[in-house]
């Protein structure tokens, strides 16, 4: 997504092993270090097009497309 | 400088309050006599959430000193209801779900009680007309004229 | 009447889905509810603002000596009484909290950024004094330029907010410091192919005014700070446990030391989640040993707190010959006033979403300007965004002479459907909505000389989000449940019907109230369409936990198993003939046991809820224009929602209402005016023309039920979607009607007669 390509150096997709979402900000954040700090309170992800917000534990079945989507709130 | 004195008569009973002469009627309800229920909203008579009757008069307490009302007759909000009886238009307004966040309507009702005194029969472009000096944000206005009209057809039932 | 339409599977429930008068309606008609500035306590200072007269200027000393010699003043507070902060990472919108922004902004650093921005704070014994006071406060300004429009403040000699912002989201990084704070992009598809395979294409400018929310009830607080180091805080506010968390962060104090609590709410739409004087009032409070009430003049209420963004819109969208949308692309630029985040990530993953497109393109730019900073208002970013969004489609049907409600319906988004964030939809009314518009008696009824109809629909995805909630049983079997969300548009009501309807018992029994933050764990804010939703499921699960508990007393009652007894009608029963023939025990029964039999009996649930989709409406508009005055008469509205399942339909209907007539402000009347000088010129109600009854008809409403899957009750957020199609809706209906169309906000009169006039002058030519 447009948002975390700034710091992936224009990497818009890539494959990773990750277990849950938490996991996934770790290995993302070890490979694009300037993503680390934000990717938490920043994103919000949709797993194979459901959106997750706040849910670091929730589970990603392996083959699982991930997107990462700027959080946005309401008013 | 030393404050004023005044004695007014507000929901029927007779009250005492000193007062500072910039003080406005509102501030006095609110804040000297501690009844809260008259709201400000804007403090220049633009949004109606203070009105109260004077001398039976629908009027903005925001644009009333406090020193004038000295020997007056005040009606707010905490006057409508009959001990436990509440007033149709209050009733209505619960029925009607024509309020949402609220703070609008004790303005509202008690303009609308002006009005239903005045013209027990009108359209719905005279309510309309009559609340135009009341705001409401939450609403959009549908409810609240379907509750004036509907309690004034239930008042005239009964008359 | 409302017209409903339900799907087949939506049964019929006791108090889910019907007109129930809300709890605490009886204490908002008789004056006794208590809001933000109704509370008194004993011994308690008057705290008022000192504000900046300059739209930007350095602050180079403020002197209080003189303030703090007049009788009667008991604390004052400067920048010099809050430590800085460090920069938080890049927001995405107007709502997350950056501490170093958030501390300059409730009391300036090194700049006035805007006309009304807070320089002190005076704590004094009456409000005579304390005003008084302010006088008395010497503060050495050196004005600097200013600019207010974000086109204005994206050039290179614009006068600069922040020396260290340097844009965020360009490549190669850049140097000099700007105005922009950031560049956001989304991308989906080819836009070039998407282009080259339309055969019309539609590009065009749309600008808006920034707009407040206009709430009645101005921001209003009492502080209580204790010599034990703890301080309560009495505030109307949209999120008490955010309040707390900011409030805290700003003034270096745990969180654990301050207690929130919410008044009655006056209204909010957003305007009501950012803090302003509460830190002020707090520390005031702290330094005079003495209860600090401060609240805020609507002259105040307009200067200083966040209306939503100005905007200059650019669209472009591209379409076949039969009505097939093949490219959309965007470019926003958004005020986001003093410091970063307008709503931009919504705008972008909202403006085109209600439709299944395969190529798009969105650029936001963030760019901050000397004004308040912008706060949420119902569905923050995206109303702007639709207007032009909206206004191009119907261009489109239009030229191509297909009806304009037809044209959706061949682009619209369905199950399955997948946004340009990468969301995929279950199931959405979206397509059935459309052809109740068209079935509708407003579609097709006559219009005369002068008249017109416009037509837009409209996107918001709700939020989930933390939610606490518990149920505690009295002993005579009516039920208190506390949950945590200032209820700004009746959600009590719902609250009772939800746990009423679960539990089988009357929804008099049902008492709900609203924890502080020491009584309740953290619930997220009531904003984002979230309270039905997110904190209905928190307090379904909790009141089926209660329910847990009572079905294991009965079952040790009867001495049978807890999976042999099942809970029906407001009793526990066993749960087959073959359990045994015991008479059924209602919840009143067990209350009444309860102390001989383990204790009272409670439930509770602790929710992050996901699951939260698309909220998506449509509306109709007729309208009759006076071509001698520019003056719109609105005729006709009808609102269409798709609201999942309507716990309360009053309320749903009032959601749908509300924000439908804020979208008319919005459209017809409502802006910021500001002199050469960057002060605003109207900073209050006669001016900021807000609707009032006679400016509108009444507003009808079809609410369609496609229940959201993910919610026990299918309940979908309905707050805030409403907002966004009223101002394409109308311009369409102008359009319509007259024959002229505007693409700035708003269409007041004036500028709508020059159109018409210039109109005229060009068709004689």
């Known amino acids: 997504m447009g948002e975390a390509r700034r710091f992936t150096g224009d990497v818009a997709e890539l494959d990773l092993e990750a277990g849950n979402v938490m996991q996934l900000f770790r290995k993302l954040g070890e490979r694009f270090p300037e993503l680390k700090p934000i990717l938490e309170d920043g994103f919000a992800v949709a797993i194979d097009g459901e959106m997750y917000e706040d849910s670091l534990l929730q589970p990603i079945k392996p083959g699982a497309e991930v997107i990462l989507i700027p959080k946005i709130a309401g008013g | 400088m030393a404050r004023h004195h005044v004695s007014t008569n507000v929901n029927g009973d007779n009250v005492e309050f000193l007062c500072d002469t910039e003080q406005s009627l509102l501030d006095c309800l609110r804040n000297e006599l501690h009844m809260t229920g008259t709201k400000e909203g804007c403090g ?12 039976g008069r629908l009027v903005c307490s ?77 609403t959009g206005y549908d409810k609240i004229v379907r509750a004036v009209m509907d309690t004034a057809a239930e008042l005239r039932a009964n008359a | ?171 190669p990084k850049p140097t000099k410091p700007s105005n922009v704070f950031r ?74 030391k301050l207690k929130v609590v919410s008044s009655e709410i006056g209204g909010g739409f957003g305007g009501k989640l950012p803090v302003y004087g509460e830190p002020l009032a707090i520390r005031l409070s702290q330094k005079a040993h003495r209860p600090v009430k401060m609240v805020m003049t609507r002259d105040e209420v307009f200067r200083a707190t966040g209306p939503t963004s100005g905007s200059h819109v650019h669209i472009k969208i591209g379409a076949t010959k039969d009505g097939r949308i093949t490219a959309a692309e965007a470019v926003l630029k958004y005020q986001a006033g003093a410091f970063k985040g307008a709503g931009l990530a919504a705008a972008i993953g909202c403006m085109y979403s209600q439709y299944d497109l395969e190529n798009i393109r969105i650029v936001g730019y963030d760019i901050c300007v000397n004004r308040p900073k912008v706060a949420a208002y119902r569905a923050p970013g995206v109303p702007m965004a639709a207007f032009g969004a ?50 509708h008696p407003h579609y097709n009824a006559a219009l005369g000389k002068n008249q017109g109809r416009g037509f837009a629909a409209g996107y918001w995805m709700h939020a989930g989000g933390m939610s606490c909630a518990t149920l ?64 209905g499921m928190a307090v379904i699960e909790a009141t089926r936990n209660a329910i847990k508990v009572c079905c294991d007393r009965a079952a040790a009652i009867w001495g049978v198993t807890a999976e042999q007894v099942k809970w029906e009608e407001g009793h526990a029963k066993p749960a087959s003939a073959n359990v045994g023939d015991f ?52 005729l006709r509205y009808t609102v269409f929602q798709d609201v999942g399942r309507a716990i309360s339909p009053d309320y749903v209907e009032g959601q749908m209402q509300g924000g439908a007539v804020q979208g008319l402000g919005w459209a017809l009347n409502e802006e910021y005016i500001y002199n ?76 709508l007669l020059k159109a018409i006039e210039t109109a005229r002058a060009l068709a004689a030519e």
């Open chain 3, 676 to 751: 050469d000088k960057g002060q605003l010129q109207n900073a209050g109600f006669l001016d900021y023309r807000m609707p009032v009854a006679s400016d509108v008809p009444m507003i009808d409403t079809v609410m369609i039920e496609e229940p959201n899957p993910n919610h026990p009750y299918g309940v979908r957020g309905v707050g805030e979607t409403p907002i966004v199609p009223p101002q394409a809706a109308v311009i369409n209906a102008v359009e319509n009607s007259v024959g002229v169309r505007l693409s700035e906000l708003p269409m007041s009169p004036p500028k």
């Open chain 2, 62 to 138: 925001c644009l009333v000193l406090g020193v004038e009302v000295e020997g007056k007759e005040i009606q707010t909000i905490e006057g409508m209801a009959q001990g436990d009886e509440l007033h149709p238009l209050q009733r209505n307004f619960l029925d009607h779900a024509a309020l949402q966040c609220g703070i609008c309507t004790p303005g509202f009702l008690i303009a609308a009680r002006a009005l239903l005194e005045r013209n027990p029969d009108p359209t719905e472009t005279e309510v309309r007309f009559w609340l135009a000096g009341n705001l409401c944000r939450c």
């Open chain 3, 472 to 535: 505690n049983v009295q002993d005579d079997g009516t039920v208190n449940l506390l949950e945590g969300n200032p209820d700004i548009g009746g959600s009590r009501a719902s609250m009772a019907a939800m746990v009423a309807e679960e539990l089988g018992i009357p929804y008099e029994k049902v008492r709900p109230m609203i924890a502080d933050t020491s009584s309740l764990g953290f619930t997220l804010f009531t904003a984002g369409s979230r309270v039905t939703y997110a904190t």
């Open chain 3, 1 to 171: 009447m409302p017209d409903d339409v339900k799907s087949a599977e939506i049964k019929e429930f006791k108090y889910v889905g019907k007109r129930n008068v809300r709890p605490d309606g009886v204490d908002k008609v008789t004056g006794r509810a208590k809001y933000g500035a109704d509370l008194i306590l004993p011994g308690m200072l008057y705290g008022r603002v000192l504000r900046s007269p300059h739209a930007h200027a350095r602050i180079k000393s403020i002197d209080i000596s003189d303030a703090l010699k007049l009788a009667g003043v008991k604390a004052i507070v400067t920048r010099d009484d809050f430590k800085d902060l460090p920069k938080a990472q890049p927001p995405f919108g107007p709502m997350i909290h950056d501490a170093a922004d958030t501390t300059r902004n409730i009391i300036a650093r090194e700049k006035a950024l805007y006309d009304g921005h807070a320089v002190a704070a005076v704590a004094a014994t009456s409000e005579t004094i304390a005003k008084k006071a302010l006088k008395l406060i010497k503060v050495d300004y050196e004005v600097l330029p200013h600019v207010i429009d974000p086109v204005e403040a994206m050039k290179d000699d614009a006068p600069i907010l922040h020396e260290d912002q340097f844009t965020v989201g360009v490549e």
């Open chain 3, 183 to 256: 560049v956001m992009k989304a991308e989906k598809g080819d836009l070039d192919k998407g282009f080259a395979e339309a055969d019309i294409v539609i590009e065009r400018d749309f600008k808006t005014a920034a707009v407040h929310q206009g709430y009645i009830e101005p921001h209003a607080c009492v502080a209580n700070a204790s010599e034990d180091g703890t301080a309560e805080l009495w505030c109307t506010t949209q999120g008490q446990f955010n309040f707390r968390a900011v409030c805290a962060a700003v003034l270096g104090m745990p969180v654990g």
């Open chain 2, 44 to 55: 220049t008579g633009d949004c109606g959430a203070c009105s109260v009757m004077l001398d």
């Open chain 3, 390 to 439: 909206e206004g191009v489609i119907n261009e489109i049907a239009t030229k191509l002479g297909i009806d304009p409600v037809d044209l959706r319906l061949k682009n619209a988004a369905k199950q399955g459907s997948v946004n340009v964030s990468g969301i995929k939809y279950g199931p959405i009314g979206f397509i059935e909505m459309l052809e109740r518009v068209k079935a």
């Open chain 3, 583 to 634: 008479a059924p025990i209602s919840l009143a029964e067990l209350a009444k046991k309860a102390p001989m039999m383990g204790g009272p009996i409670a439930g509770h649930a602790e929710i992050n809820a996901t699951g939260q989709g698309p909220a998506i409406g449509a509306h109709l508009v007729d309208v009759e224009t006076d071509p001698e005055t520019g003056f719109v008469k609105l």
